[in-house]
């Protein structure tokens, strides 16, 4: 680590670097939410995002019975509280809605700054508290409207409560044990098999015959499951229904999504510490066992299980990804100035994030499908949108729509005399919208870019797409055909 870092982190305060860490998070999760508002994948736009604003619209909320509704009023929360700024769009809702999640996401800078009081030396506080808050992919992950993400911050804040007795603060063990189980069973709540590290640790103390505070751990059980029955109640079904359907729906592991190897889960962590090159801490696991056993434990059990299911997906890891971060901060801290660690992994980490950061701040994702509704919409209260591709409408793309703009699908290629009459049929509308993905259609829109037809002034073509979306579709294009570029024209009134 560069020595000047080195002294600019010795020289000040825990309190100084929690400050800093905040603001600079809060900024970059601002960032994120306001470029980076399209989809990680379907299900945040799905079971999140499209929910929530049914809910906030007072309309009927299309949720399967397997996804929990405690994220849905979360969302539709957020907007309730945006409302007064004025939400006309779902562009400004779905950007509300990741403004929100990104700022309660900071709950897991605070739960790591009550982690590392008094544990370790300073520099390793003061790392865990930058790595979490500011790591490349944190404002993006932040800002994702997953239940994993949203139990991110808890669990972090739940193991600190649970170690925050041995900072040697407070002798009232047993409520911080009780506070500490009780938050990692609200982030059960949110993603179900958070309840992993629940049981786990749990274990432990049954292990260890401390039976006051396994007798705490029950009751906060107990309660958790009574949180759960009291969001089915309300949410006007069964109790426990919605846990007993996502049992149902992944009874076989998600298998009819696809089924990827077992070592998928460990090659994502290991990527996140920029293995091989993380190689130089491989001496130190040890003593991070010793000094971090409970983390420790909370993180193998999570990404161990993860790896014996069948359907593999990244943001499954989110609720453990900031124990992870503490975890390689401890391991930087033991040997900040050996070699390897200042010439090789130093260098490597600062390259990454140089390179990781724009991405996670700017890279939109999955854009081709969003960009010409979201965009649009935002510039002209109303537009017709005819899409000659055949796509099709998706609930990210009527979430965009919502009730009062058409998305029809002509038979007729694009051609001025379509714009006009477009137009004339929907005499209340300012803005025609064409979008097309294939090279024929494209070649038609360029030649309507820049005219003016049919009583219309057709603007310049623009392409709707991302380079992470480009390169992936170039990968895997079956797999990844939604992330195909599409390109929109928009024709105006004269």
């Not at 397997?66 to 004025?86: C, H, M, N, Q």
């Not at 509300?96 to 800078?109: H, T």
């Not at 994702?144 to 669990?155: D, H, I, M, N, T």
């Not at 591709?389 to 009730?403: A, I, T, V």
Request: hydrophobic share 55%.
């Amino acid at each position: 680590m560069p020595k000047l870092l080195l002294r600019y982190i010795e020289s000040h305060s825990l309190h100084y670097h929690l400050a800093v860490a905040l603001l600079i998070g809060l900024a970059l999760r601002l960032c994120s939410a306001w470029f980076v508002y399209g989809p990680q994948a379907v299900d945040d736009y799905y079971h999140g995002v499209l929910p929530a604003w049914q809910l906030f619209s007072h309309q009927a909320v299309t949720l399967p019975a397997f996804r929990s509704y405690l994220l849905v009023w979360l969302l539709s929360g957020f907007l309730e509280i945006a409302a007064p700024l004025g939400l006309h769009t779902g562009l400004v809702q779905v950007r509300a809605m990741y403004a929100g999640l990104g700022i309660f996401s900071l709950l897991a800078v605070g739960g790591t700054y009550l982690y590392v009081q008094r544990r370790g030396s300073h520099l390793f506080g003061a790392l865990a508290i930058y790595l979490v808050a500011l790591q490349p992919v944190m404002p993006f992950i932040a800002t994702r409207a997953f239940g994993e993400a949203v139990a991110l911050p808890l669990v972090v804040l739940g193991i600190a409560l649970l170690e925050w007795p041995r900072s040697g603060r407070t002798r009232h063990e047993l409520w911080w044990t009780f506070a500490g189980f009780l938050v990692i069973g609200l982030a059960t709540l949110f993603r179900f098999q958070v309840g992993l590290i629940y049981v786990a640790l749990g274990l432990v103390l049954l292990l260890e015959r401390r039976w006051r505070p396994l007798a705490v751990v029950v009751v906060a059980g107990l309660l958790t499951l009574g949180m759960e029955i009291g969001i089915d109640l309300l949410s006007g079904r069964a109790a426990l229904a919605t846990l007993w359907s996502y049992l149902d729906a992944n009874a076989d592991g998600a298998a009819a999504f696809g089924v990827m190897p077992w070592y998928n889960t460990w090659l994502f962590i290991l990527g996140l510490t920029l293995f091989p090159f993380s190689l130089v801490f491989w001496d130190q696991l040890g003593r991070l066992w010793r000094e971090h056993r409970n983390l420790m434990i909370a993180l193998l059990v999570f990404v161990a299980a993860h790896s014996l299911v069948p359907h593999k997906e990244e943001r499954f890891l989110y609720p453990v990804i900031g124990l992870l971060w503490i975890a390689l901060a401890a391991l930087w801290s033991y040997v900040p100035r050996r070699r390897s660690v200042r010439w090789v992994y130093a260098p490597v980490f600062a390259l990454f994030v140089l390179t990781a950061m724009p991405l996670a701040l700017f890279n939109n994702t999955q854009a081709a499908g969003i960009v010409p509704f979201a965009k649009t919409l935002q510039r002209y209260p109303r537009a017709v949108f005819l899409d000659f591709d055949g796509r099709g409408e998706s609930l990210m793309q009527r979430f965009f729509l919502q009730p009062a703009n058409p998305l029809l699908h002509p038979t007729l290629p694009p051609g001025a005399q379509l714009v006009g009459d477009t137009l004339d049929r929907y005499p209340g509308y300012p803005a025609v919208v064409l979008l097309g993905s294939v090279p024929p259609t494209v070649t038609a829109l360029r030649s309507l870019a820049g005219r003016s037809v049919a009583g219309a002034v057709c603007q310049p073509l623009e392409e709707a797409g991302s380079l992470t979306d480009r390169l992936l579709y170039r990968f895997n294009r079956k797999r990844n055909a939604r992330r195909h570029s599409s390109w929109y024209l928009v024709c105006t009134r004269r």
